[in-house]
């Protein structure tokens, strides 16, 4: 009857076709690395060395808002969500545009969707993540900013690992490392988010 009501209400989860990421051994120090980049906090209030910082910030916001109406149509939402893009693409040193394009080929920016596979949310992260690194609680991967943060830490790690290669690195996260089809999608997609200038 709830998976009935929650259909109805447009809140059951919707499959996405992305890859699986695939479990691999950690070292100790690794896991704790990774455990402690996860740890939970919201967001702090964005502060800049400067007012050329700020205002390139509040330039992003208002320039994705418009690209993501489609998307997402209710500015609170689609704010709160480009917000935390922003803080966890720089907390993982990450570029936004990457992240944007990462999770729209891997969930069409939909919060409540699971691959075939049974990855979870906007960055269609793993379930066994959360065991490995979190606490165990897989439900967690549907909100928000612990999926953007749980991803970006885990596109991170693939690049450390990869040594900076960015192709590579996107095949791992997607569980289909050395084949093009993945990171060249990625790489198309993150085109449509950069900024004016950006190449």
């Known amino acids: 009857m709830l998976a009935g009501l929650a259909a109805g209400c447009g809140l059951a989860p919707r499959r996405a076709w992305a890859g699986a990421q695939v479990e691999e051994p950690l070292a100790d120090s690794v896991r704790s690395a990774l455990s402690a980049a996860i740890a939970y906090g919201a967001p702090p209030k964005p502060t800049f060395s400067g007012i050329e910082a700020r205002l390139a910030y509040l330039r992003w916001l208002g320039e994705m808002s418009e690209r ?7 500015t609170q ?3 709160e969500f ?3 893009v922003w803080y966890e693409s720089a907390r993982s040193g990450l570029e936004p545009a990457l992240v944007m394009g990462l999770i729209q080929v891997e969930s069409g920016f939909r919060k409540y969707v699971i691959s075939s596979a049974g990855a979870r949310g906007y960055m269609q992260v793993m379930p066994f993540w959360a065991r490995l690194i979190g606490d165990g609680q897989a439900s967690r991967l549907f909100h928000m900013q612990t999926n953007l943060r749980f991803g970006c830490v885990i596109m991170r790690h693939y690049l450390d690992i990869e040594k900076g290669n960015l192709y590579l690195a ?3 996260y997607n569980g289909s490392r050395g084949r093009p089809e993945y990171p060249n999608a990625v790489m198309g997609a993150r085109k449509r988010w950069l900024m004016p200038g950006e190449t």
């Open 68 to 74: 993501l109406k489609r998307q997402k149509s209710e």
């Open 77 to 79: 939402t689609r704010i």
């Open 82 to 84: 480009l917000e935390a």
């Open 170 to 172: 996107l095949g791992r």
